[in-house]
């Protein structure tokens, strides 16, 4: 009987490996069109967008679409959880009673010896008040801010003064930043020319220099210091200039300088957003504008500065241009402005370059540095001085520029040589050539006064 039973259990045991046998070797097929089956079901949904929903949960989010104009209320969504962004960045910043404080703890925590007249505080120390001043200047007192501000002295110790100056800094660029994000309708990180507007108009009240200004003059003073940010930040006249372009240049720190309210004159003279230097430019225009029509014609143009532009190059001006009725308006008239006043500035330098690239080529050629030079020429005809000839003043100008090409000048050529505003007034002003030509005796003259001026001391 045991054997019977032991056989009849070893008997089951072979069929079932034998059928376990088979049904793997049967498997290879099923398994190919099982997956062929899965395949073409799980493409089928793929496809529909049946399995959409849990494959985007894996996604993070990278884009949000901006409302539409008239999506009034996403609009008013979004403009109201920005402001309360700001709100919040803008409570994070140091107020003056923070301010005073860290320079109290600054103060009370230098460590001798002074260098020369400034307190001086070591690493340790500027640590201890780091962990006293708050969690709002925990980001101002790091090794790395510290490493920053380390030169020269033989204790390693970094200037409380320049140490504070810093901190001041840092605060005045982001109170700022704010600031003028609160002006960026589109909330992309970039002002438009309304934008611009709005905010220099508001903030014409809180410089004590521009006190005297009538309110009907706003729009032009306005319309005067956007132009300058428009100019030189935007070359490529995309109509925006990004937030951190304003703040890393100089433009807004002179219109800033603008709250202080014993300015010198000279500052003010120098300074483009200035009541002086605005009522001067607008002046200027006013005096040009002969028929009183509030544009300028060409014959107009023609008398600016020392009345000295060639006609061929005043041609091209209005060729190139936005003129309306072939007469240029006050905005266009401020760029002109701009270009003259700053040869040296590549985007000065950018104006004047297309206005001589007459073929749109991307490069001076020997052709037309000579257009432009016949007429300096014919200017010193008629005022009878002895005609320069062409060739000498070529060769002067490619000695100077030095091309990658001998035979073309590149608008980074001229920037790159630093003589953009010499070889640029050499061929478009007969005063600028008369100067260069005259350059020696000019420098000996202003030589020669300053000599009589030390002898004229006591």
């Given at each position: ?28 097929d ?14 089928s ?13 894996k ?46 703890l ?12 400034e ?39 970094i ?92 433009f ?50 023609s ?9 061929v ?28 006043e ?6 000065a ?110």
């Open positions: 009987m045991a054997n019977e039973k032991t056989t009849h259990w070893s008997d089951i045991l072979k069929r079932r490996l034998a059928n376990s046998t088979s049904k793997d070797e049967r498997s290879e099923e398994k190919k069109a099982e997956e062929t089956e899965l395949f073409t079901q799980y493409y949904e793929w496809k529909a967008g049946g399995n959409k929903d849990s494959s985007l949960k996604i993070p989010r990278f884009y949000y679409r901006l409302p539409a104009e008239d999506e009034v209320l996403l609009q008013k969504l979004r403009e109201e959880s920005r402001a309360v962004f700001l709100q919040r960045k803008s409570r994070e910043l140091l107020d003056n009673e923070e301010l005073q404080n860290l320079w109290f600054l103060d009370k925590h230098q460590v001798p010896p002074m260098s020369g007249e307190a001086m505080i070591s690493y340790e120390a500027y640590l201890k008040v780091g962990e006293k001043a708050g969690p709002k200047c925990k980001q101002f007192f790091t090794a790395r801010v510290y490493g920053k501000l380390l030169h020269s002295d033989p204790y390693g110790r200037s409380i003064m320049q140490f504070f100056n810093y901190v001041m800094r840092k605060v005045w660029l982001h109170q700022t930043r704010i600031g003028l994000s609160l002006y960026d309708v589109a909330g992309q990180g970039y002002l438009r020319e309304s934008d611009l507007e709005n905010y220099i108009l508001e903030l014409i009240p809180t410089l004590p220099q521009l006190d005297g200004l009538e309110k009907s003059f706003y729009s032009f003073y306005v319309c005067t210091a956007v132009r300058k940010f428009f100019f030189f930040l935007d070359p490529l006249r995309t109509g925006k200039i990004k937030i951190q372009d304003i703040l890393a240049c100089s807004l720190d002179d219109l800033l300088e603008l709250r202080d309210e014993e300015l010198s004159k000279e500052s003010q003279e120098s300074n483009w957003f200035s009541a002086p230097s605005a009522l001067r430019v607008y002046g200027q225009y006013l005096n040009l504008d002969k028929d009183h029509n509030g544009m300028l014609s060409k014959e107009e143009l008398r600016y500065g020392t009345a000295t532009l060639t006609a190059f005043l041609d091209r001006v209005y060729q190139e241009c936005l003129t309306y009725d072939g007469e240029m308006d006050y905005k266009t008239y401020l760029d002109f402005v701009l270009a003259l700053n040869r040296k500035e590549p985007a330098l950018q104006y004047i370059f297309k206005l001589l690239d007459m073929e749109n080529q991307g490069y001076l050629n020997v052709f037309s540095l000579n257009y432009f030079f016949r007429a300096i020429q014919e200017q010193m005809k008629i005022h009878g001085q002895e005609v320069v000839s062409f060739q000498d003043v070529k060769d002067e100008i490619f000695d100077m520029v030095k091309p990658k090409d001998p035979y073309k000048i590149t608008l980074q050529d001229l920037v790159n040589s630093c003589q953009g505003d010499t070889v640029t007034s050499i061929l478009i002003d007969l005063n600028g050539f008369w100067s260069y030509e005259n350059r020696e005796v000019l420098v000996a003259n202003d030589n020669d006064s300053n000599s009589a001026l030390d002898l004229d001391d006591p």
